[in-house]
């Protein structure tokens, strides 16, 4: 058969382009209630409230299998279910030994997918008496922080600044520190707030880092929370100005001629 003359194959398309259009697939419906969510939800409370937390490893696969169903697509009433199951995983049942929180860690992974309602769920998590400032549960709340700054919810900025400020903790003022690095999308005064926070931090560490003498606890004490954090915070720096330096010096020198000027 002979090819269609050039003219005709184009007044051919042009009839059929708005056929398949018409027929384009819509958007599709809202999913229903997934019956395997709501059963694996019901067998993760169980593993929660186990008093001999004998089962922590089938919850932690539990969570992963609801991470995938999330991840493909989940009615809005599911998702909710799911976010209130991994909230009753911190806040519900013994609490696990703090050297054996896989079931906490799985928790807060899933969360950092959740958006705000993850972010609330982290955050209250971090601030809960469970889980208070004993050094042992140091390497959870870092978890903690690091999925609650991959929900990347600006609402936790403020919040997650303050930690990187004061926290007694070093490792946890890194963390927050690390976790602000994911807002590098957001807009331009989210990032400068960001910069300013931590800027103010690092300068009055770094004048008391400088102050050393044979006594000055103070300034040793600066230094060793200076090597703790600043390379997660040089990070973080990098990511919301678009620059790159490795000390303080550098960046106040670079933020003093360009904190008014666009970035």
């Not at 600006?154 to 994911?182: F, P």
């Amino acid at each position: 058969m002979n090819p269609l003359p050039t003219v005709r194959l184009f007044a051919l398309l042009a009839v059929l382009a708005p056929v398949s259009a018409a027929v384009a697939p819509q958007d599709p419906k809202p999913k229903g209630p997934d019956k395997e969510v709501a059963d694996k939800i019901a067998t993760l409370k169980d593993v929660v409230l186990d008093r001999k937390m004998a089962r922590d490893d089938e919850g932690r696969q539990i969570i992963d299998d609801l991470l995938i169903k999330m991840q493909a697509g989940l009615d809005p009433k599911d998702e909710k279910d799911v976010v209130k199951a991994l909230d009753s995983v911190f806040m519900r049942g013994k609490v696990r030994p703090h050297d054996d929180t896989k079931l906490y860690y799985a928790a807060a992974a899933a969360l950092g997918y959740c958006g705000t309602e993850g972010a609330k769920v982290l955050k209250n998590a971090f601030e809960s008496k469970r889980f208070d400032d004993n050094k042992d549960w140091v390497p959870l709340r870092e978890q903690l922080l690091k999925y609650l700054g991959r929900t990347k919810d600006e609402s936790m900025v403020k919040w997650l600044t303050k930690i990187a400020r004061t926290d007694v903790e070093a490792a946890l003022q890194a963390a927050a520190g690390d976790a602000l690095g994911n807002f590098e999308e957001s807009k331009e005064q989210v990032r400068k707030d960001i910069v300013e926070e931590l800027m103010t931090a690092y300068g009055s560490l770094a004048e008391k880092a400088g102050q050393m003498g044979s006594s000055n606890i103070e300034a040793q004490n600066a230094q060793n929370r200076l090597a703790t954090l600043q390379d997660k915070w040089h990070s973080t720096l990098a990511k919301m100005t678009r620059q790159n330096f490795t000390t303080f010096r550098e960046w106040q020198t670079w933020y003093n001629k360009n904190k008014n000027l666009p970035w």
